[in-house]
């Protein structure tokens, strides 16, 4: 299964609501996960089964979508949260998407 | 609490062979999977390999034929091995914890190996 995310780079303000995107080649199933990376480090494990935020992750990331589409949001975007935004498939093999660069203005 | 740790050279000559090891503790291999990722510079993550808890492995079919997990588990590591390396596979080489065999909730800090004469 093949990932798209939209867009490759997104800038936003801290305060505003983000939403990155996810599509699938094919029906994922829901299942999906996200992970942030910030610069040097390895990802951390936000979101997995579409929507199920993972432990001592910040209630502002949420996780929603269905089928071969899926959405990332951030409810209100804080300056600690630039980074890229991998999503990734577990229901057909394993495969990452290609990242969404979350800049802050 | 559970930590994984690559190690390994950080500089590879093309066509040779890459060893990497991951070291992990707060879990047993025997009841864990643990799977490999890398990131070439500046690009996305790519799933390599996995390591079931039961001592089978499954390749990602691009690498297939030049790759081998394996492990101790007396000793809590598993290790990497990759062949006939290209400058392509210069990148950043990640171990991860996959829960259940699904996704990677916990990560190594990553080991950087260059391909390179």
């Known amino acids: 299964i093949q990932l798209t995310q939209s867009p490759s780079l997104l800038s936003a303000s801290v305060g505003d609501r983000v939403t990155l995107s996810c599509k699938g080649s094919q029906n994922i199933n829901n299942y999906l996960a996200w992970y942030q990376q910030k610069l040097g480090e390895a990802p951390k494990l936000l979101i997995y089964k579409t929507n199920s935020l993972q432990t001592g992750i910040p209630s502002r990331f949420s996780g929603s979508g269905s089928g071969t589409d899926y959405t990332l949001t951030i409810s209100s975007l804080h300056s600690e949260d630039l980074a890229t935004y991998y999503c990734?498939?577990?229901?057909?093999?394993?495969?990452f998407g290609s990242g969404t660069k979350l800049e802050i203005k | 609490q559970v930590q994984l740790k690559e190690s390994g050279p950080g500089l590879v000559q093309p066509s040779q062979t890459l060893s990497l090891t991951c070291t992990v503790s707060g879990l047993s291999l025997t009841s864990n999977s643990v799977s490999w990722i890398r990131q070439p510079p500046g690009k996305g993550l790519e799933w390599m390999g996995v390591?079931?808890?039961?001592?089978?492995?499954d390749y990602n079919s691009a690498i297939k034929s030049r790759l081998s997990i394996s492990r101790d588990t007396s000793k809590s590591q598993v290790f990497l091995k990759m062949n006939s390396l290209q400058t392509e596979d210069t990148a950043m080489y990640f171990c991860?914890?996959?829960?259940?065999?699904?996704?990677?909730?916990?990560w190594g800090q990553g080991v950087m190996v260059t391909v390179s004469s």
């Open positions: 990734y498939q577990y229901n057909n093999g394993l495969t």
């Open positions: 991860a914890r996959m829960y259940y065999g699904y996704y990677f909730d916990y």
């Open positions: 390591i079931w808890s039961n001592g089978g492995t």
